[in-house]
């Protein structure tokens, strides 16, 4: 088996090096990126939204040139695990998700996916077994048009010095930077 241009053990490793272990929804997820690598099936420049920020954005970033960092990637938190990979220009794609329907013959991949059992009684490699028996049995796919309003790049525009803190940020934030308005996650100054 391969997901995307690696092997089933090349991408367990990257996995492990870049998420920090093989967690079921790694690979499930590096499945489904796979199975939109190839129904896209595009020679134009793609960018990726991923539904979900748990596990999802890591199978992405391992398999495609799309990262949070480059903004070819973007997260729309819709809750769901699913993703869409959909050409730059055109804004036609494939949004692979993973089928509650289809995880009926599944067991421990409908237990783990609608967390119907306590993690600690879940079993790890029984999971990972079906996982792999099952692979694209498990997904759904749909051809979707992404609206015109997501395909803008959105800059940051006029960058302004905040008053308060005197670090830089956009200037269509407001007067002061979000940091200086209550939106610090921090205790204390910054
Ligand atoms: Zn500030």
Known sequence: M????????????LAESFHGNVAPGVLIGGIMVDA????????????AICETHSCLPDAIQLLTPCTMGNGWL??????RFALTLYEKDTGRGVRVFLDAGKT???PEVRNWYLKLRPKRQ????????????????????QDIEVLPLF??????????LCPVCGE?????????CRGCT?????????
């Open 151 to 160: 395909l803008a790049r959105q800059s940051k525009g006029e960058i302004a």
């Open 36 to 47: 939109a690598l190839g129904r896209l099936n595009t020679t134009r420049l793609y960018d």
């Open 2 to 13: 391969n997901i995307g241009k690696y092997s089933l053990d090349e991408y367990s490793r």
């Open 104 to 106: 009926a013959p599944w």
């Open 182 to 190: 209550g939106q610090s996650p921090y205790a204390g100054p910054g």
């Open 122 to 141: 879940q079993d790890l490699e029984a999971l990972i077994d079906e996982i792999l028996k099952a692979g694209v049995n498990l997904l759904g796919f």
């Open 74 to 79: 973007r997260i729309v938190d819709l809750g």
């Open 168 to 176: 830089a940020y956009p200037k269509n934030h407001g007067p002061v």
